[in-house]
């Protein structure tokens, strides 16, 4: 695939925040214990009139702005909390970038990898030449029930990847593994309001394993070493997770700080790794090369090798740091507000 890269990107996090100590003084919890045991001060919200739709398209705008719409040819959301369970979140994208009608769509989901799938198809249209451009996104309003550990962490955001021809790319995508099993670490029946997970099982027989093997095998299959790499993105369900996977892998704090993002935001599931990739991304000079392992529970990684080129230079701000930085905190009351708002539409 070292034919097609990404020629546009852009992320977004919603400006609301809720920190980990808040939730915490609700449920009589420790708060230092909490907060550092899961390495999450605060997590995002998403206000009342956003959902994995609309986050989905700001991020869209962001990664084509400038681009001839009509040259995307396919797009594909990835997201386990799409606003309708039938009506396609992809095409609500696809008309507000004027990218309709002349492309196929259709929604992902695979847990929190969702998005990264959505790359790998996408990428494989551009280099068989069945589409131009395609578009690949991964957004999510993720849900945690009140008073269960994923509420400390679930959160929203989304990510969005033009890909392209490799000649107009700013990174150049080099390789890509994935390394899957039918591993039931996490999981929410159809009309069930709240995800369950088996706990510590969703540690070392499902995030660690499925992400290291897909990390090793990706390095054993392009001949390289993680000192080959300037930047290392994991998927980021809290702040200690990608740190040990890092270390496993052999990459080192340097590599895996700008891309992680988890201690300020919480898990936006299926953007997690890929908003990462845009932080990356925007610090990236020429020949960087960059590696990227999504997780999803279920259980899959997709790992990837992207290098940059000139055009790295040529791209403007993705407007992600203002997300990450112009923030409003929320008492845990209206936080709950919001949560039951989103739920009920």
Known sequence: MDDTGIAGYGGYVPSLRIETREIARIWGEDPDEIENGL???????????????????????????GEDSSRIE???????????????????????????????????????????????????????????????????????????????????GAAAFLLGD?????????GTTSYTSDTPDFWRREGERYPQHGERFTGKPAYFKHTINAGQNLLGELDRAPEDYSYAVFHQPNGKFPVKAAHQLGFTEEQYEAGLLSPEIGNTYSAASLL????????????DRIFVTSFGSGAGSDAFSFR??????????????????????????????????????
């Open 276 to 287: 990462g990739l845009v932080a990356v991304l925007d610090e990236a000079e020429p020949d």
């Open 74 to 156: 396919a797009i594909y959301v990835g997201s386990e909390s799409h606003p309708y369970a039938v009506k396609p979140t992809a095409t609500i994208v696809g008309a507000a970038i004027g990218a309709t009608p002349g492309m196929t769509a259709a929604d992902y989901e695979f847990a929190c990898k969702a998005g990264t799938a959505a790359i790998q198809t996408g990428a494989g249209l551009v280099s068989s030449g069945v589409a131009d451009r395609a578009l690949a996104v991964g957004a999510d309003v993720s849900q945690g029930a009140p008073g269960d550990a994923l509420e400390y962490s679930a959160a929203a």
């Open 39 to 65: 390495g999450v001060r605060q997590k995002s919200v998403p206000d009342l009139d956003e959902d994995t739709a609309t986050m989905s398209v700001e991020a869209a705008r962001r990664a084509t702005d």
């Open 308 to 345: 940059a080129t000139e055009k790295i230079e040529e791209t403007g701000d993705s407007k992600l740091r203002d997300d990450l930085t112009d923030v409003e905190h929320l008492d845990y009351a209206m936080y709950a507000r919001h949560k039951d708002k989103i739920q009920e539409e």
């Open 166 to 174: 490799a000649d107009d790319a700013v990174a150049k995508l080099e």
